[in-house]
């Protein structure tokens, strides 16, 4: 995973100015239940027989780390900011199946701070539809298109805090193979901006998503803003409250009230 993501993080010297139609397809993969247990330690799901609803863009992470490497991919990886996640579970998927995983890019459109575009990832059981994602990455530049994202019901600002370790990222990189610099070290995070490593996005996902898992329907959608970095060692405060078509939950800075996480989950339509 390593090259293929120092790949990705090039300039892009000939690439052109419109997403590549292009796909990538992982045929028959196999679901390593070690893995999955490593998973789920880390983001608080508890050990079944079923993947965690969010455990399937770890499949599908190689597969946008190809696209987002192709010549004809207008972005380098690095400096693209993750927005946005959408994340519909049809069924829980067992630990015995064997998936397909197809992902493509779509929809590049203006945005107030640049271009944004989704990373769309399906994932079918022998031909049946049990799990679909849509994540939202800005390229900043000059924009003139909208500036506001996906609305969310307000979930209160305090909660449960988690106290998060300063490896938490490294240790995510290690199940997840994003070993984005900006999650690693001080140091790396610091030659992007960060005045320290960060966590990952999917990982606050996640780790939510774990937290309400038994509130949860089988057949349910999972959609997360992503705000304010959470850097780390730090404290997040976790607080979820219910709405008509489910929970609506946040991260919040338990200090400032400051959002690093807004998210929501409802029924599939």
């Known amino acids: 995973m390593i090259p293929l993501l120092v790949k990705a993080a090039l300039p892009k010297l000939n690439a052109g100015s419109e997403l590549p139609d292009v796909s990538k397809v992982r045929h028959d993969a196999p679901i390593d239940p070690r893995h999955v247990a490593s998973y789920a330690a880390l983001c608080g799901f508890p050990r079944k027989d079923v993947l965690p609803l969010p455990y399937p863009h770890l ?7 190809e696209i987002m490497a192709d010549g004809s991919f207008p972005f380098p990886a690095i400096g693209t900011v993750h927005l946005e996640n959408s994340i519909t579970q049809y069924r829980p998927i067992g630990l015995d199946e064997r998936l ?4 493509r890019p779509a929809d590049l459109r203006p945005h107030a701070k640049g271009q ?11 031909a049946e539809l049990v799990w679909e994602e849509t994540s939202t990455f800005l390229r ?3 924009g003139d298109g909208p500036g506001t994202g996906t609305s969310f019901p307000d979930a209160p600002d305090h909660g449960i805090d988690w106290k998060l370790p300063g490896d938490l990222g490294r240790r995510y990189a290690g199940v ?27 990982w606050s996902l ?3 998503v774990g937290a309400i898992e038994n509130r949860l329907p089988d057949a349910a959608t999972v959609a997360v803003a992503f ?11 976790f607080g979820t409250t219910r709405t008509d078509d489910g929970w609506a ?3 919040t800075n338990p200090k400032s009230g400051a959002p690093h996480l807004a998210g929501a989950t409802s029924t599939p339509r």
Do not use: E, W
């Not at 499949?59 to 780390?65: C, D, E, I, M, V």
């Not at 397909?100 to 992902?103: G, R």
């Open 59 to 65: 499949l599908a992470f190689g597969l946008h780390l």
């Open 100 to 103: 397909q995983v197809t992902a």
């Open 116 to 126: 944004v575009f989704d990373m769309v990832t399906t994932v079918h059981s022998r």
């Open 140 to 142: 900043r530049g000059s």
């Open 176 to 202: 997840s193979g994003d070993r984005n610099p900006i999650h690693l070290y001080p140091l790396t995070a610091k030659a992007f901006g960060f005045p320290r490593q960060i966590a990952h996005g999917m």
């Open 206 to 208: 996640a780790r939510c």
């Open 227 to 237: 705000k304010k970095p959470i850097l780390l060692p730090g404290t997040v405060s």
């Open 249 to 251: 939950f946040a991260l």
